[in-house]
């Protein structure tokens, strides 16, 4: 099932699959869903981790780029958007993807390249665009395009405080 698939100017198709059951193994299909991202001229890039609103949460999470694991990071205790941004270090590059403004807005960053994201809606957008900036390449596009098929609300302190139970009671087996 498509989460999301569009045509990329320079780059042609671009899909975003949600859930990737493909890059989970199915003895862990109920403890583990995944995201995944291929396309024409991008790298497949995917994302696995606990399942939370049908999306892969930042939680025990593993990412893969361009065939390579890729390692990544957050501060759960750190309160501003900019102390609670993940960073990510994929191959050989160092990333950070924030949420700006409010849950539907996204920005993934290196140095000399930044991809803003937005989706039509948080829950089930139709319409995911983005706008990149500087030397962007094609696996920035999609690293980008993969987090909008991850769970990353807790990626501002509101929204890890609105998430935390529902996070809370998942892990629990509720």
Same mark, same amino acid.
Request: with cysteine.
């Given at each position: /099932?498509? $989460?999301? =698939? ?24 109920? =403890?583990?869903?995944?995201? /995944?991202?291929?396309?024409? &001229?991008? #790298?497949? &890039?995917? $994302? *696995?981790? /606990? #399942?939370?609103g049908g999306r892969p949460r930042l939680a ?11 390692? $990544?990071?957050?501060?759960a205790l750190r309160t501003s958007r900019q ?9 050989? =590059?160092?990333? %950070?993807?924030?949420? *700006? ?5 996204? @920005?993934?960053? %290196? ?5 803003? /994201?937005? %989706?039509?809606?948080?829950? %089930? #957008?139709?319409?995911?665009?983005? *706008? #990149?900036?500087?030397? @962007?390449?094609?696996?920035?596009? &999609?690293?980008?395009?993969? $987090?909008?098929?991850?769970? *990353?609300?807790?990626? &501002?302190l509101r929204g890890a405080l609105i998430s935390?139970?529902? =996070? ?7």
């Amino acid at each position: /099932m498509a $989460f999301w =698939r569009g045509e990329l100017g320079g780059l042609g198709l671009v899909e975003l699959v949600v859930p990737a059951l493909e890059v989970v193994p199915v003895a862990d299909q109920t =403890r583990t869903c995944g995201a /995944m991202v291929v396309g024409d &001229s991008v #790298p497949t &890039s995917y $994302f *696995t981790g /606990m #399942p939370y609103g049908g999306r892969p949460r930042l939680a025990s999470g593993r990412l893969n780029v361009a065939g390579q694991q890729a390692a $990544f990071e957050r501060s759960a205790l750190r309160t501003s958007r900019q102390g609670r941004a993940l960073r990510i270090w994929a191959v050989g =590059r160092e990333y %950070r993807y924030a949420e *700006t403004g409010n849950r539907r807005h996204h @920005v993934l960053e %290196r140095a000399d390249a930044r991809v803003d /994201m937005v %989706r039509s809606s948080w829950a %089930r #957008p139709e319409v995911l665009s983005g *706008t #990149p900036q500087g030397a @962007v390449d094609s696996v920035d596009v &999609s690293l980008a395009v993969l $987090f909008e098929g991850v769970y *990353t609300r807790n990626l &501002s302190l509101r929204g890890a405080l609105i998430s935390g139970p529902g =996070r809370l009671a998942d892990r629990l087996g509720g």
